[in-house]
């Protein structure tokens, strides 16, 4: 009887073990199937913290892997490279093509943003080296940003020279856009300041006037907004003083003049401070009074609410309701929610809104939308509350697979006296 009984014990406990588990492969399966959707999704800050909270429920390679993608979205370029490296190097086959494709194009991104524009094109060759798992259009983008990686290989990186806080005086365009004045040498002109602009860009007469040496690289972009492709070059500024900061090596990318120009609007753009600039800036206090202070010693916050998606800026925010991201862009005259939004809150859009239409201006003119217009919206920055009047909500995104809850723009900084921009330790702050 006592052998009996050790028999059905063990044979408990081997049936117990074996679900046990199965409960633990299907709760990892479950695990990184929400993280992969998270990182699809761009849901940055969601991500990070389901990676910090599992570290000991997924695998090594998982977590390095997640992990390199939350230290690029996050502005640690270097360790981001240094974990994609070491995801590669130790694969042994355990990585699938689809992984180290991702892998190859966000250490492209890493390089760009780092400046060393041979790697990056480098990372990116070998990305196509997967160019059957790639979608037309994915393969295409990634095939024309190669043309511009390509194109700098052999250039210098960008080097900016702050030594001590610096003041730049900035001025309101006619639109309401932020200007800041840029020149080269005596010559001097007001671009406007741009976080979403991914590169700086320029007008050709303009790129002329500024003497800017033309790269023989030709590629397409197009317009987020209007959807219109139209041909671009590069050009690089050897130096460039942006207010009293010089940069050097900065590069533009150069367009036709008609493509930044609105003659129903009596308007035009000479150029934009984009991106890869801005975000070396490290710290910026901007004032309503027409002031920026670039801050050479950035604070620490416990907002952290900013990240990077490639080359654009994102802020996690919260709703009376919610916590939502939005592209975060300077350049934008008026904040509005996306088509993202107006799925996930159809009924209460439609119950407290108007259809309307409207006019939107982008990169090579403009465009009809047809919107509904909410007459309030809530926005909370730590202990700060913004408040817009009239927004209004895309019913249909412009392109596929648009991620995020809205685009913010002015109307949300000129809220505030006082807004801070830490690339440092990733933040924005209102005061």
């Known amino acids: 009887m006592k052998t009996l009984n050790i028999i059905v014990v063990a044979i408990l406990y081997v049936s117990v073990s074996g679900c046990n588990e199965s409960f633990q492969r299907r709760d990892t ?94 990372a990116g060759k070998q990305a196509l080296n997967y160019k059957q798992i790639f979608s037309s259009a994915k393969l295409h983008e990634i095939e024309n940003l190669q043309l511009i990686y390509e194109g700098l290989s052999s250039s210098p990186a960008q080097r900016l020279e702050l030594r001590n806080e610096t003041v730049i005086h900035w001025k309101r365009d006619k639109v309401g856009l932020m200007n800041v004045p840029v020149k080269t040498n005596s010559t001097s002109f007001d671009f406007v300041f741009d976080t979403r602009a991914s590169i700086s860009t320029i007008m050709r007469s303009y790129a002329k006037k500024l003497n800017l040496r033309m790269l023989n690289v030709l590629y397409k972009e197009s317009s987020g907004i209007t959807g219109k492709s139209f041909d671009a070059q590069l050009a690089i500024a050897d130096s460039l003083y942006v207010g009293n900061l010089l940069m050097r090596h900065v590069v533009f990318q150069v367009l036709p003049d008609s493509i930044l120009s609105f003659p129903s609007m009596e308007y035009e753009i000479a150029g934009l401070i984009g991106f890869p600039v801005i975000k070396e800036l490290k710290e910026l206090h901007i004032f309503q009074n027409g002031k920026m202070i670039v801050s050479t010693n950035p604070k620490n916050s416990s907002l952290q609410n900013l990240a990077f998606d490639e080359a654009t800026t994102v802020l996690s925010l919260r709703t009376p309701t919610d916590t939502l991201s939005f592209h975060f862009d300077s350049g934008a005259t008026s904040s509005q929610l996306y088509a993202n939004y107006f799925k996930k809150y159809e009924s209460e859009v439609k119950r407290d809104g108007k259809r309307d239409s409207i006019q939107i201006g982008g990169a090579g003119g403009l465009e009809k939308r047809y919107v509904y217009v909410l007459p309030d919206f809530e926005l909370h920055i730590g202990e700060k509350r913004a408040n817009f009047a009239d927004i209004n909500i895309s019913t249909q995104a412009p392109y596929a697979n648009q991620k995020y809850y809205g685009n913010l723009g002015q109307d949300l900084i000129s809220q505030f006296p006082e807004m801070i921009v830490n690339f440092e330790n990733m933040y924005v702050e209102f005061r």
């Open 29 to 122: 399966d479950l695990l990184e199937a929400r993280l992969h959707a998270l990182l699809t999704d761009r849901e940055y800050f969601k991500l990070k913290d389901l990676v910090i909270e599992n570290k000991e429920n997924i695998s090594e390679q998982k977590n390095l892997y997640f992990t390199a993608f939350v230290e690029n979205a996050f502005n640690k370029n270097s360790e981001s490279a240094e974990l994609v490296n070491q995801l590669m190097e130790d694969a042994d086959g355990n990585l699938n093509d689809t992984l180290k494709a991702e892998l190859l194009l966000l250490q492209r991104d890493n390089y760009i943003k780092m400046f060393d524009y041979a790697k990056a094109a480098e």
